[in-house]
């Protein structure tokens, strides 16, 4: 949700800033801009829309400078248009800002009292005129950001640049993630380190409340109470080659075609294949004797996690809460004490799910966390954490990083039910074998994707779609629903079979597909009584199962997609590609943004 990139540079800024910004553009936005200092004095660019319209701006209007700043903005105060396009500014500082100020209103007021105008609907104008503000009082750039930032509440990440200081560049975070670049000669600032890689791997983490000093041969950093501090330089795993579609039309494409590798690297990590048991590095709890497990995250990771607590209640027997993140924190539940909170990200940076670890810790429970990415902020403030091993995903929509969380918390799940005796080694044997071969599988659906092509060319003509499953199967229906709505626009829900006669299937007819995932196993025959009773109503029944269910389900249903046959405590993770497959190619065919759809972020870092 929005990117900032910056440099203090050797070379001309604009093309780097604009390649940075394309590094992002997975987290989602609606405008671009750029600004740069060019002979002491600031000159911007900017755009609405994709940064294509930025780069014919450039190319009409070239900007000069070797110090500048870069943003892609997801408009939250005022309309995705030039006009609120970052940078914003005055003569002299240029800010680009992720988050919301929240206390904007009542700065605006106070400054347009002392008879400073405004140009735009943005929050972040008002960090500009509060800056310039103090700069023509005659403070310095360092002086004027310290007094700033102590005057501004809300969450952001800023980076500001200042007439007449070209080789100097102020960042500060509060909130919405930073990372500092050290390349030689010159330094740089990012949303995250992808976005830096081509320039540098040696990165440093702005903490909360810090803000930083660059030249182009050093960075400063303070905390919150201007008192110099020290950040650790940390070599990222990222390299400028890290990115990249391949021989693939999108990237979601190339990231569905990832899982097999990703679901085998994650579960690698976490099971030993020639003793078939799982190796959980140490917790920051003893599931042996933990009361309660609390899980909180935010879209796809909420479903991940709530498949995760099927498996946990079922295999280790721990009473498990769920709730969505930006919901825990209002709802505020009795909490045992001693108890656990397991919090599921793949960016680390979801502001709801961080406000949630924050308020969990506070309330004395352990926080483990399961993110993709190392160094994160949900990493750095979790008491323990669990990493995904699925490399950089740039579709906004999770495909990869959804089924290497339903790995680790399968793995943990096995974990938990082995220290509190209430699975056998026989039966973690059997079930961590079972993991073992989901992979295998995976590379086998993606092989043959005929018939999820014959199925989308279906789906694509529906206005209203309906997905059912049972069991730890309901949550993978949620995410079916969620990413046809996300990547096709088309109305989708989800919901357990059981659920339909008690409502949903008033909205039965022979124009809505419903979509049921129905593997052969202990719910099956429910769920084909459910399936069955929608057919009778006219119902189009596509489903997905395997070879034992298939002859049944042929018997009414419209469609058949047969997936290998796995163990039902696997289920989940072998369907979930199946129904994100189906969502791409319906959103192909309707000529849709797939990688990047309308109005959605990646990393959502604003509440």
């Given at each position: 949700m929005c990117g900032i990139v910056g440099l203090v540079g050797r070379e001309a800024a604009s093309p780097r800033l604009l390649e940075a910004l394309r590094r992002l553009e997975y987290r989602g936005y609606d405008s671009a801009g750029i600004a740069t200092l060019v002979n002491g004095h600031i000159e911007r660019r900017r755009a609405e829309g994709k940064l294509r319209n930025l780069a014919d701006v450039l190319e009409r209007q070239p900007l000069a400078g070797t110090t500048g700043i870069g943003h892609t903005r997801w408009a939250t105060h005022g309309a995705p248009t030039e006009r609120n396009a970052h940078p914003h500014g005055t003569a002299r500082v240029s800010v680009v800002h992720n988050g919301i100020i929240e206390n904007y209103a009542e700065l605006r007021a106070e400054l347009e009292s002392q008879?400073?105008?405004?140009?735009?609907?943005?929050?972040?104008?008002?960090?500009?005129?509060?800056?310039?503000?103090?700069?023509?009082?005659?403070?310095?750039?360092?002086?004027?950001?310290?007094?700033?930032?102590?005057?501004?509440?809300?969450?952001?990440?800023?980076?500001?640049?200042?007439?007449?200081?070209?080789?100097?560049?102020?960042?500060?975070?509060?909130g919405s993630p930073l990372?500092?670049?050290?390349?030689?000669?010159?330094?740089?600032?990012?949303?995250?380190?992808?976005?830096?890689?081509?320039?540098?791997?040696?990165?440093?983490?702005?903490?909360?409340?810090?803000?930083?000093?660059?030249?182009?041969?050093?960075?400063?950093?303070?905390?919150?109470?201007?008192?110099?501090?020290?950040?650790?330089?940390?070599?990222?795993?990222?390299?400028?080659?890290?990115?990249?579609?391949?021989?693939?039309?999108?990237?979601?494409?190339?990231?569905?075609?990832?899982?097999p590798v990703v679901l085998g690297d994650t579960l690698r990590q976490h099971i030993d294949p020639a003793t078939r048991a799982v190796a959980l590095p140490p917790l920051p709890f003893d599931p042996a004797a933990v009361p309660k497990i609390t899980f909180s995250a935010c879209g796809s990771a909420y479903l991940a996690a709530q498949v995760g607590r099927y498996w946990i209640e079922q295999v280790a027997r721990i009473p498990v809460d769920s709730d969505v993140a930006s919901e825990l924190r209002y709802r505020d539940p009795p909490l045992p004490e001693g108890g656990a909170a397991l919090l599921v990200s793949q960016s680390g940076e979801t502001a709801d799910t961080l406000a949630a670890l924050r308020l969990l810790r506070k309330r004395g429970q352990h926080v483990l966390s399961v993110v993709n990415v190392a160094e994160s902020t949900m990493d750095r403030e979790s008491?323990?954490?669990?990493?995904?091993?699925?490399?950089?995903?740039?579709?906004?929509?999770?495909?990869?990083?959804?089924?290497?969380?339903?790995?680790?918390?399968?793995?943990?799940?096995?974990?938990?039910?082995?220290?509190?005796?209430?699975?056998?080694?026989?039966?973690?044997?059997?079930?961590?074998?079972?993991?073992?071969?989901?992979?295998?599988?995976?590379?086998?659906?993606?092989?043959?994707?005929?018939?999820?092509?014959?199925?989308?060319?279906?789906?694509?003509?529906?206005?209203?779609?309906?997905?059912?499953?049972?069991?730890?199967?309901?949550?993978?229906?949620?995410?079916?629903?969620?990413?046809l709505k996300e990547l096709s626009y088309i109305h989708a829900e989800g919901y357990a079979a059981g659920e339909m006669k008690h409502g949903p299937i008033a909205l039965i007819d022979q124009d809505v597909p419903v979509i049921a995932l129905c593997p052969s196993g202990p719910l099956f025959e429910k769920t084909a009584s459910n399936l069955q009773e929608a057919a009778a109503r006219g119902g189009r029944i596509m489903a997905f199962t395997d070879a034992a269910g298939a002859p049944a389900l042929r018997r009414f249903a419209e469609r058949v997609v047969t997936l290998p046959t796995v163990d039902p405590f696997v289920a989940p993770i072998l369907h979930a590609i199946p129904v994100q497959l189906l969502a791409y190619h319906v959103a192909v065919l309707k000529g849709t943004d797939v990688d990047q759809p309308r109005n959605l972020a990646k990393a959502v870092t604003v509440e």
């Open positions: 008879g400073v105008g405004f140009e735009t609907e943005t929050d972040t104008e008002t960090v500009a005129k509060l800056l310039d503000h103090l700069l023509a009082q005659g403070a310095t750039p360092e002086q004027a950001v310290s007094a700033t930032l102590k005057k501004i509440h809300g969450a952001f990440g800023l980076a500001m640049i200042f007439a007449g200081h070209g080789r100097k560049l102020i960042a500060a975070r509060q990372a500092v670049g050290y390349g030689e000669g010159e330094m740089f600032v990012g949303s995250d380190a992808l976005a830096l890689s081509p320039m540098t791997r040696r990165i440093a983490y702005l903490e909360e409340g810090d803000w930083v000093v660059l030249s182009d041969s050093e960075a400063r950093f303070f905390d919150a109470e201007d008192r110099p501090v020290s950040r650790e330089v940390k070599l990222t795993a990222y390299s400028g080659a890290a990115v990249g579609k391949g021989n693939y039309r999108h990237f979601m494409e190339k990231e569905l075609h990832e899982h008491d323990g954490t669990l990493l995904t091993i699925a490399g950089p995903e740039i579709g906004v929509a999770s495909t990869k990083a959804f089924t290497a969380q339903l790995a680790v918390l399968a793995a943990l799940a096995l974990g938990f039910g082995r220290a509190r005796g209430t699975l056998s080694a026989a039966e973690e044997a059997r079930l961590t074998a079972a993991l073992l071969e989901v992979p295998g599988h995976a590379a086998t659906l993606l092989e043959g994707g005929e018939e999820i092509q014959a199925l989308a060319a279906e789906v694509a003509l529906a206005r209203d779609v309906l997905f059912l499953g049972r069991g730890s199967l309901y949550p993978i229906a949620l995410e079916g629903a969620l990413k």
